[in-house]
């Protein structure tokens, strides 16, 4: 699947840190996912609130892939990028690109999938339909079940 700037309807400001940078001079690979995760927990935030995590409802990533296009350098001011594209029965696709502020392309792009997980059982659970409209309207409306529930 194809993504443009505009499909992306969540962003996350990320400064970069001194510690970030490693002896090539450019931010390490490794640092990327930490940042993918800052983005990842301010979209779950912003669009599930306190939802997450309520009577055990969690999700986990059971899957990610990271694409490295061009180098994150110390003086980049950057973002990540974040949007849910796919909704399972439990489970989740979301695809980030970490770009330069003004930049149409990714420096980075990581395409996860997520898992519904119930904590008191340690066990996959089917995603709340209350979950699944809340992803919808952070997409405007976007997204469709992969599946007939």
């Known amino acids: 699947m194809e ?7 969540h962003i996350t400001p990320v400064q970069i840190r ?8 450019h ?7 930490e940042y993918f995760d800052l983005g990842r927990s301010g ?14 409802q969690h999700l986990v990533i059971v899957s990610f892939k ?25 489970s989740l ?6 770009v330069k502020m003004g930049d149409a392309f990714p420096l980075v792009s990581s395409d ?14 089917v995603l709340p339909d209350e979950w699944r409209n809340r992803f919808n309207q952070m997409e405007d409306g976007r997204l469709t079940p992969e599946i007939n529930r």
């Not at 001194?18 to 001079?25: K, P, S």
């Not at 996860?112 to 659970?125: L, Q, R, T, W």
Request: glycine share 8%; proline share 2%.
């Open 66 to 90: 990271t694409d490295f296009h061009r180098q994150i350098m110390p003086d980049d001011a950057i973002e990540v990028l974040t949007c849910v594209y796919k909704l399972g029965n439990k």
């Open 112 to 125: 996860s999938v997520m898992a519904g997980f119930y904590i008191p059982d340690e066990s996959g659970m």
């Open 3 to 9: 993504f443009k700037i505009e499909d992306f309807k």
């Open 43 to 56: 979209y779950l935030r912003d669009s599930l609130g306190t939802l997450l995590g309520k009577d055990g």
């Open 93 to 98: 696709r979301m695809i980030q690109w970490i």
């Open 27 to 33: 931010v390490n690979n490794a640092v990327a996912q």
């Open 18 to 25: 001194f510690n970030d940078v490693d002896a090539l001079g």
